[in-house]
């Protein structure tokens, strides 16, 4: 929106696939910022914001929060970076997120990370997670699983029309899935 080259990479896949852990790697050994949607909302709620108590209300239902909200937090935490390279991890997770965002910001990302995990995966993680995160319960992950599969697997499979999307198979160790991701990283950003 000023002029410089932005970088953006969306880290995309469904709850618990691994995108936090995998945005903390790829920190480390490729010089981006790494921006989760998801924490931002949650930083919001504990701030005290007029927007916490329906972005809370939104998180326990699985919901996703109005776009407006999302993009302005992103676009907030991007500007007070200093960087010009971001993961930004569990967003755009509708078509009404995308649309936002790009027309909004004017960026479009260079290619979407895609983590690929099977749902009995995603819940066992979840269910052992033992972070307190108020939407790590059999009842609300159940409904984020439903979210994800109508509104958010129609964002990747516009960006997979696109040729953008690369597809990690998430349901390997940490470790293991890291190589796929740095082979990634190392053959389409220099
Ligand atoms: N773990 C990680 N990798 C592993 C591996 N390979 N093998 C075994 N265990 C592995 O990992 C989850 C757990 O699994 C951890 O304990 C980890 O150690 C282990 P993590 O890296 O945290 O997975 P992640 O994909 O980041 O899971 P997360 O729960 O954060 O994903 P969600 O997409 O559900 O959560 P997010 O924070 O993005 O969104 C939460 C809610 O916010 C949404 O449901 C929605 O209500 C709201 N939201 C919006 O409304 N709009 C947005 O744009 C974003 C969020
Ligand atoms: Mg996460």
Redesign the pocket.
Known sequence: ENGRKVTVIFVL????????????NIVQNFGFTHL???????AEIKSGSENGTM?QS????????PSEV?VKL?QLAMQESGNDKFLI?????NEE?RETFESVTGIEPEFVLF?D?PEE??EK??L????G?E??NLE?IK??FK??MESSLPVVAYYSLKDKVRKID????????FEDVKAIFNSTTE
């Open positions: 896949g469904g709850p618990g696939s691994g995108k936090g852990t995998q945005c903390a989760s949607a998801g924490d931002l909302l949650r972005i939104m998180i326990k239902e699985g919901k996703i929060v999302t992103l991890d569990g967003f755009p997770r997120n983590f995990c995966e995603m993680r979840l052992t997670r033992n972070q995160r939407d790590d609300t409904k984020r979210v994800y998430a349901a390997k160790q940490a470790e293991a899935v």
